[in-house]
Protein backbone atom coordinates (compact mmCIF):
# COMPACT_ATOMS: atom_id res chain seq x y z
CA UNK A 1 0.00 0.00 0.00
CA UNK A 2 1.38 3.58 -0.93
CA UNK A 3 0.38 6.92 0.52
CA UNK A 4 1.20 9.84 -0.62
CA UNK A 5 1.15 12.96 2.12
CA UNK A 6 1.19 16.43 1.44
CA UNK A 7 1.88 19.14 4.01
CA UNK A 8 2.92 22.91 4.28
CA UNK A 9 -0.10 24.74 2.82
CA UNK A 10 -1.84 27.53 5.05
CA UNK A 11 -2.25 31.64 4.36
CA UNK A 12 -0.20 33.67 3.27
CA UNK A 13 -0.10 37.16 2.15
CA UNK A 14 0.15 37.94 -1.27
CA UNK A 15 3.82 38.18 -2.42
CA UNK A 16 4.27 35.72 0.43
CA UNK A 17 6.34 32.37 0.51
CA UNK A 18 5.14 28.72 1.41
CA UNK A 19 6.96 25.51 0.97
CA UNK A 20 4.65 22.54 -0.16
CA UNK A 21 6.30 18.72 0.95
CA UNK A 22 4.72 15.45 -0.41
CA UNK A 23 6.20 12.41 1.21
CA UNK A 24 5.44 9.00 -0.56
CA UNK A 25 5.85 5.78 1.61
CA UNK A 26 4.53 2.07 1.42
CA UNK A 27 6.09 -0.70 -0.61
CA UNK A 28 7.74 1.84 -2.71
CA UNK A 29 10.52 -0.02 -5.19
CA UNK A 30 11.16 3.08 -7.55
CA UNK A 31 9.07 6.22 -7.86
CA UNK A 32 9.05 7.79 -11.40
CA UNK A 33 7.45 11.27 -12.22
CA UNK A 34 6.24 13.32 -9.74
CA UNK A 35 4.52 16.40 -9.85
CA UNK A 36 2.20 19.16 -7.83
CA UNK A 37 -1.43 19.99 -9.55
CA UNK A 38 -3.80 22.45 -7.90
CA UNK A 39 -7.70 22.91 -8.53
CA UNK A 40 -9.11 25.93 -7.42
CA UNK A 41 -13.30 26.65 -6.46
CA UNK A 42 -15.22 25.91 -9.73
CA UNK A 43 -12.59 25.05 -11.90
CA UNK A 44 -10.36 21.97 -13.18
CA UNK A 45 -7.57 20.23 -11.80
CA UNK A 46 -4.31 21.98 -13.51
CA UNK A 47 -1.09 20.93 -13.74
CA UNK A 48 1.67 23.01 -11.59
CA UNK A 49 4.76 21.54 -11.99
CA UNK A 50 6.34 18.17 -12.81
CA UNK A 51 9.62 16.66 -12.01
CA UNK A 52 11.00 13.21 -13.34
CA UNK A 53 13.38 11.12 -11.53
CA UNK A 54 16.52 12.66 -13.09
CA UNK A 55 15.48 15.92 -12.29
CA UNK A 56 14.35 17.27 -15.39
CA UNK A 57 11.18 19.88 -14.79
CA UNK A 58 8.33 21.74 -16.75
CA UNK A 59 6.05 24.49 -14.95
CA UNK A 60 2.86 25.70 -16.26
CA UNK A 61 3.42 29.51 -17.56
CA UNK A 62 1.25 30.75 -14.96
CA UNK A 63 4.00 30.02 -12.12
CA UNK A 64 7.45 30.14 -14.38
CA UNK A 65 9.91 32.77 -12.70
CA UNK A 66 7.95 31.89 -8.98
CA UNK A 67 7.58 28.67 -7.98
CA UNK A 68 10.83 25.77 -8.11
CA UNK A 69 10.13 21.68 -8.04
CA UNK A 70 12.41 19.27 -5.90
CA UNK A 71 13.09 16.18 -5.01
CA UNK A 72 15.46 14.15 -2.50
CA UNK A 73 14.67 10.36 -4.25
CA UNK A 74 16.67 9.14 -0.87
CA UNK A 75 13.26 10.03 0.89
CA UNK A 76 10.80 9.40 -1.77
CA UNK A 77 9.92 13.13 -1.01
CA UNK A 78 9.20 15.97 -3.47
CA UNK A 79 8.56 19.74 -3.08
CA UNK A 80 7.49 23.17 -4.19
CA UNK A 81 8.72 26.21 -3.49
CA UNK A 82 6.05 28.88 -3.93
CA UNK A 83 7.14 32.49 -4.33
CA UNK A 84 5.81 35.77 -5.02
CA UNK A 85 2.55 34.36 -4.41
CA UNK A 86 -0.91 35.87 -6.14
CA UNK A 87 -4.62 35.46 -4.64
CA UNK A 88 -4.83 33.61 -7.77
CA UNK A 89 -2.49 30.82 -6.83
CA UNK A 90 -5.30 29.87 -3.92
CA UNK A 91 -6.61 26.49 -4.46
CA UNK A 92 -5.85 22.65 -3.21
CA UNK A 93 -2.82 21.50 -3.95
CA UNK A 94 -2.10 17.98 -5.15
CA UNK A 95 1.12 16.01 -5.14
CA UNK A 96 1.03 13.30 -7.88
CA UNK A 97 3.76 9.89 -8.15
CA UNK A 98 4.04 7.76 -10.96
CA UNK A 99 4.92 4.46 -9.28
CA UNK A 100 4.65 1.42 -11.19
CA UNK A 101 2.12 -0.19 -12.40
CA UNK A 102 0.05 2.98 -10.61
CA UNK A 103 0.06 6.40 -10.38
CA UNK A 104 -0.76 7.71 -6.64
CA UNK A 105 -2.18 10.84 -5.25
CA UNK A 106 -2.51 12.47 -2.05
CA UNK A 107 -5.34 14.32 0.05
CA UNK A 108 -4.38 17.70 -0.85
CA UNK A 109 -3.45 20.63 1.10
CA UNK A 110 -4.94 23.88 0.76
CA UNK A 111 -3.02 27.34 0.02
CA UNK A 112 -5.00 30.39 0.16
CA UNK A 113 -3.24 33.68 -1.30
CA UNK A 114 -5.38 36.63 0.98
CA UNK A 115 -4.70 40.12 2.41
Known amino acids: QVQLVESGGGLVQPGGSLRLSCAAS????????MGWYRQAPGKQRELVAT???????NYADSVKGRFTISRDNAKNTVYLQMNSLKPEDTAVYYCGADISPNEFWGQGTQVTVSS
Open 51 to 57: ITSGGTT
Open 26 to 33: GSILGIGA
